[in-house]
């Protein structure tokens, strides 16, 4: 998102009224957006490297130009008073580079590593079930492959129905408080699945599962959002996301020395991995509450009296990410959404193209994924062979995963970085569809290894809809429905390789391309749909006088990014 400055019209306002004698529209000379203290270059002008930051003299002025300079602006953005950073607004505060580099690390160092603790500890508990599937987890409880699907299914289903209501809660306790009882709730589940017994607990672990987990997700990213900038939160996405990827990592050699405990105590290894990792998700979960304050100045606590930031870390930390998208105070973090407005985000027809994305763009890619470790065990492969040849294609994943956030940003185009991924699937895809029975194993495991290690481009689209999405409730609910959505595409690729096609899924495959070349399409719909927006709304904002441009502001109804002057990232 970006907020086009309107023209100064105050200034040339009081020079009018100054030569006339007179005060117009009853300004005064000390409003002159001359007296605002002295500004940061724009960081704009900057050009953008792969390996390192723009370089800025360290002790030269951080602060960027925002609506809060002009004075008319600055009342129309002014954060309300009950806004729990408030007290900290200074639209006159100053910073350097040094400061701003300095509290960033810091942040990075008490927040971001914290969630990527949490987002790895809901990876472990999401995915063992893949690594249990090398352990003859279906054949000891009786189940097929379809059943298999079927537990997948119920899964996303779940995932997908808590996600709004999830947030919704955690809107109203705020996501200090609701982020980590969901760790909890959801440990108790995943450690309980040592005592599956059938077709039935199974599925009913699923769903609980399923249940206990949505939310998660968009929960963490909307906290993140309150101390990052629009321009840092996607490659700190893209961190977050490197959480899934070690998770996986990590997990599989986890799996390979817990599954050998098969027969200990009677019991399979399966059920250890579980146990286990369920347990580690609960230390995980409980520490939590101490590690997330509900906000930039409300870090103070029984068990941290001093804080973890000065009172002048609170003010850069406040007024830089205000300054960087204004809308972030127009909602309390303990403030809940009303009806009204939940239906009114739903209606913003301007997001659908994002979220029709997120049906679809993962599905080409999915089946293979999650069928790696079982189609390993079918083409001979052993327990511990299947599981530690999976780890090749996580390691290629996080790598790819981080390239193309990091081009995301350089090239600043958010359709030509995340359709990269279809294009990527394609080829590797057919040549999938081409092996038969006489198809090398190794040949095999090459390619699904390529389809299984794509560039994962969702945290691009989660930032992405994120940035188009105004204010603090539109986030909390856009980024709730594009989830729903992405659950949604997950539930279809549950579905698309069935037992009856096994062990080469030629039938599923042949979806999965015609999927993927749709997609393509699609991705050049949306970058047409956004740019055609904001083509528009530049020729009527830059056709209007500074006059009409401050009318507009002050008199519209509209709201969020339907105001003349948002524009649409793309």
Not at 243 to 260: C, D, P, Q, R
Not at 413 to 432: D, E, H, Y
Request: aromatic share 14%.
């Amino acid at each position: 998102m970006s907020t086009v400055l309107a023209k100064t019209y105050y200034a040339k306002a009081i020079s009018d009224s100054s030569d006339s004698g007179s005060t117009k529209s009853g300004l005064s000379p000390s409003d002159s957006v001359l007296e605002v203290p002295t500004l940061g270059a724009p960081v704009a002008k900057d050009k953008p490297s792969f390996w390192r930051r723009p370089k800025h003299e360290l002790d030269s002025i951080a602060t960027q130009p925002s609506v809060f300079d002009d004075p008319a602006t600055l009342e129309q953005y002014r954060p309300p008073p009950e806004w729990e950073n408030a007290h900290r607004f200074n639209p006159s505060a100053r910073w350097t580079w040094r400061e701003e580099y300095r509290i960033v690390r810091k942040i990075d160092l008490l927040i971001m590593i914290w969630a990527f603790i949490m987002f790895f500890s809901l990876d472990l508990d999401r995915s063992n079930i893949s690594q249990a599937n090398t352990d003859n987890f279906l054949n000891d409880l009786g189940l097929t492959t379809n059943d298999f699907n079927l537990g997948n299914t119920l899964f996303k289903l779940s995932f997908l129905i808590a996600e709004l209501p999830s947030q919704l809660i955690s809107k109203r306790v705020g996501p200090d408080i609701w982020i980590p009882s969901q760790m909890v709730l959801w440990s108790f589940v995943s450690l309980g699945q040592f005592w599956l017994t059938g077709r039935a607990s199974f599925l009913a672990t699923r769903c609980l599962l399923g249940f206990m987990q949505g939310g998660f997700i968009p929960d963490v990213i909307l906290y993140l959002s309150y101390f990052y900038t629009k321009s840092e939160l996607p490659l700190r996405l893209a961190w977050f996301w490197v959480s899934n990827y070690l998770a996986e990592i990590v997990g599989a050699f986890i799996a390979t020395g817990l599954l050998k405990l098969r027969g200990v105590g009677g019991k399979a290894g399966w059920r250890y991995l579980f146990l286990i990792e369920g347990g580690l998700t609960l230390v995980i979960g409980i520490a939590s509450f101490f590690m997330m304050p509900p906000s930039p100045t409300q870090t103070k606590a029984w068990f941290r009296p001093k804080g973890w930031f000065t009172e002048r870390e609170e003010t850069i930390i406040v007024n830089r990410v205000l300054r960087d998208d204004p809308s972030k105070s127009n909602m309390h973090n303990r403030q809940g959404l009303s009806v009204k407005m939940i239906w009114n985000i739903l209606k913003d027809w301007r997001m659908w193209p994002i979220y029709a994305l997120g049906i679809v763009f993962m599905v080409p890619v999915t089946p293979p994924q999650t069928y790696l470790t079982l189609s390993l065990r079918n083409l001979g492969y052993t327990t511990t062979q299947a599981n530690l040849l999976s780890i090749p294609s996580k390691f290629l994943g996080m790598v790819l995963l981080l390239i193309f956030c990091y081009l995301s940003e350089i090239i600043d185009s958010r359709v030509v970085s995340t359709a990269l991924l279809q294009i990527w699937a394609l080829p590797l895809l057919i040549a999938l569809y081409t092996f038969d029975q006489n198809t090398s194993p190794w040949v095999y495991f090459a390619v699904v290894t390529l389809i299984t290690g794509f560039p994962y481009v969702h945290p691009v689209q989660v930032a992405w809809a994120s940035t188009n999405s105004a204010g603090v409730g539109t986030r909390t609910v856009s980024a709730s429905i594009y989830n729903m959505f992405v659950q949604a595409g997950g539930i279809i690729s549950a579905n698309i390789y069935r037992d009856d096609d096994k062990p080469l899924y030629k039938r599923g495959n042949r979806v999965l391309i015609a999927i993927c070349v749709m997609n393509m399409f699609l991705y050049l719909f949306v970058y047409c749909f956004y740019k055609g927006i904001n083509k528009r709304r530049d020729k009527i904002w830059n056709s209007w006088s500074a006059k009409e441009q401050q009318e507009y502001l002050e008199k519209t109804e509209d709201q969020g990014n339907a105001r003349m002057n948002f524009r649409f990232a793309y």
